[in-house]
């Protein structure tokens, strides 16, 4: 019986000292430790600011409604990300409108997203309208999904056409570069998790990244209630009295406890990035040495993939299906198999209009977006770690050629 899960954290003594110092100082809440953190991250991915939050999540939320996503817009999501891509537009009161995927990388279908834009909105003013519902097309949510860069820069030339904002989602994609370039630096704001099944974690967090000095500080102010004055600043000055509160905003704030993790944690980054691609090289060499039956991630020219999660496909022809149903049904039980022999796996994530809440909100079905449907069914997301062994990942792969041998 093996023990091999999804992913562990990566954490030395490091991150253990920097709570106990954090804890020692008294400052707990938002302060000195999410600033310098911020600077951190910012720094790493060449952009100017960083804007803290508790979640990725809130994080994607704050930079829509600081770019005036309300009710009555549209906000175009792939239909294959983790479901809080899809939940954060709702939550501003709009609407989600999906568009599929390449199944090759996960990520946005331009040609879906170009149909999308010319056949269901049309132009009136300064505005594209939904033909159907009348809503304002606000913009896009494009993710950059397990570590790989979408093409943001057709994402960006689309939306320059059509006068429309876009905010990444790069809840996976912490150091992704395309033609060197640090996701987040392409011009829009961009938003990472530090959740624990991400590169680099802070147990639960995220944070804003953007270039733009006005749009960090109001969102700075959104997330600690509409204040004004933050609190480190407050407490500079006159701590006593309660700052000015001109609009109604958020607790999204990150604690200074996460902020000293968040610290030893950046320094970490680029090693635990260096570390995943060598054991992503080492499954792709094991699976087309041993398992036709997956695909392995794809990676176009001049993308830099970080590996947060390794992900392949199921080849349904090869291994003579003749659906997706079919390839989803054999898929749960493989993984199923695999753990009760100790191999923790996922499916990739979820096709997000195939959810309870989407289907029966906006009626949608399964062959609406067929590639993330086919994702959704055939994905597998396999063991990756820095601190896993060669033998660990034999293991996987010779464990999963027995169990559909002897399926």
């Given at each position: 019986?093996?023990?091999?899960?999804?992913?562990?954290p990566y954490?030395?003594?490091?991150?253990a000292k920097?709570?106990e110092k954090a804890?020692?100082?008294?400052?707990v809440?938002q302060?000195?430790?999410v600033?310098?953190f911020?600077e951190?991250?910012?720094g790493?991915?060449?952009?100017?600011?960083?804007?803290?939050?508790?979640?990725?999540?809130?994080?994607?939320h704050l930079?829509?409604v600081?770019k005036g996503?309300?009710?009555?817009?549209d906000?175009?999501?792939?239909?294959f990300?983790?479901v809080?891509?899809?939940n954060?537009?709702?939550?501003?009161?709009?609407?989600?409108i999906?568009?599929?995927?390449y199944?090759?990388?996960?990520?946005?279908?331009?040609?879906n997203?170009?149909?999308?834009?010319?056949?269901?909105?049309?132009?009136?003013g300064d505005?594209?309208?939904n033909?159907k519902?009348g809503n304002?097309?606000?913009?896009?949510?494009p993710?950059?999904?397990?570590?790989?860069?979408?093409?943001?820069?057709?994402v960006n030339?689309l939306a320059?056409?059509?006068?429309i904002?876009?905010?990444e989602?790069?809840?996976c994609?912490?150091?992704a570069?395309?033609?060197?370039?640090?996701q987040?630096?392409f011009?829009n704001?961009?938003c990472?998790s530090?959740?624990?099944r991400k590169?680099?974690t802070t147990?639960?967090?995220?944070?804003?990244?953007?270039?733009?000095?006005?749009?960090a500080?109001?969102?700075?102010?959104?997330?600690?209630?509409?204040?004004t004055?933050s609190?480190?600043?407050?407490?500079?000055?006159?701590?006593?009295?309660l700052?000015?509160?001109n609009?109604?905003?958020?607790n999204y704030?990150?604690?200074d406890?996460?902020?000293?993790?968040?610290?030893?944690?950046?320094?970490?980054?680029?090693?635990?990035i260096e570390?995943k691609?060598?054991?992503?090289?080492?499954y792709?060499e094991?699976?087309k040495?041993?398992l036709?039956?997956?695909?392995?991630?794809?990676?176009?020219?001049?993308y830099?993939?970080?590996y947060q999660s390794y992900?392949?496909?199921?080849?349904?022809?090869?291994?003579?299906l003749?659906?997706?149903?079919?390839?989803?049904?054999?898929r749960?039980i493989l993984?199923q198999?695999?753990?009760d022999?100790?191999i923790?796996?996922r499916?990739g994530t979820?096709a997000v209009?195939?959810?309870g809440y989407?289907?029966?909100?906006?009626g949608?079905?399964p062959?609406?977006y067929p590639?993330a449907?086919a994702c959704?069914?055939?994905?597998i997301t396999?063991p990756?770690?820095?601190?896993?062994?060669?033998e660990?990942?034999?293991l996987?792969v010779?464990?999963m050629r027995e169990?559909?041998d002897a399926m």
């Amino acid at each position: 019986m093996s023990n091999i899960p999804v992913t562990i954290p990566y954490f030395t003594d490091d991150e253990a000292k920097a709570v106990e110092k954090a804890l020692a100082s008294g400052w707990v809440a938002q302060g000195p430790m999410v600033a310098k953190f911020e600077e951190a991250i910012a720094g790493h991915e060449g952009i100017g600011y960083g804007v803290a939050t508790t979640s990725c999540t809130s994080a994607l939320h704050l930079a829509m409604v600081a770019k005036g996503l309300k009710a009555g817009m549209d906000a175009i999501v792939p239909a294959f990300t983790f479901v809080a891509t899809a939940n954060a537009v709702v939550e501003t009161g709009a609407t989600p409108i999906f568009v599929d995927i390449y199944r090759e990388t996960f990520n946005i279908n331009i040609e879906n997203l170009e149909d999308i834009l010319k056949n269901q909105y049309e132009k009136k003013g300064d505005s594209y309208i939904n033909k159907k519902t009348g809503n304002t097309l606000w913009g896009i949510v494009p993710v950059h999904e397990f570590g790989l860069c979408c093409n943001i820069n057709k994402v960006n030339e689309l939306a320059k056409q059509y006068q429309i904002q876009v905010v990444e989602d790069a809840a996976c994609a912490l150091g992704a570069m395309v033609s060197g370039t640090h996701q987040g630096a392409f011009g829009n704001p961009s938003c990472v998790s530090f959740h624990p099944r991400k590169s680099i974690t802070t147990g639960e967090g995220g944070m804003v990244l953007t270039d733009d000095a006005a749009l960090a500080k109001r969102m700075k102010e959104l997330r600690t209630h509409g204040s004004t004055v933050s609190a480190d600043a407050r407490h500079q000055g006159k701590g006593f009295l309660l700052p000015e509160f001109n609009e109604a905003g958020y607790n999204y704030r990150m604690t200074d406890i996460q902020g000293a993790i968040g610290l030893e944690q950046v320094k970490k980054l680029d090693y635990i990035i260096e570390e995943k691609i060598k054991r992503a090289a080492l499954y792709n060499e094991l699976i087309k040495a041993q398992l036709p039956e997956l695909i392995t991630p794809m990676v176009p020219e001049g993308y830099f993939h970080t590996y947060q999660s390794y992900v392949c496909m199921l080849d349904i022809e090869k291994l003579g299906l003749t659906s997706i149903k079919e390839g989803g049904e054999f898929r749960n039980i493989l993984l199923q198999r695999l753990e009760d022999k100790g191999i923790a796996t996922r499916q990739g994530t979820h096709a997000v209009h195939m959810l309870g809440y989407y289907r029966n909100t906006y009626g949608y079905v399964p062959e609406d977006y067929p590639n993330a449907y086919a994702c959704d069914h055939l994905s597998i997301t396999l063991p990756l770690y820095i601190q896993m062994s060669d033998e660990e990942q034999r293991l996987v792969v010779q464990t999963m050629r027995e169990e559909i041998d002897a399926m």
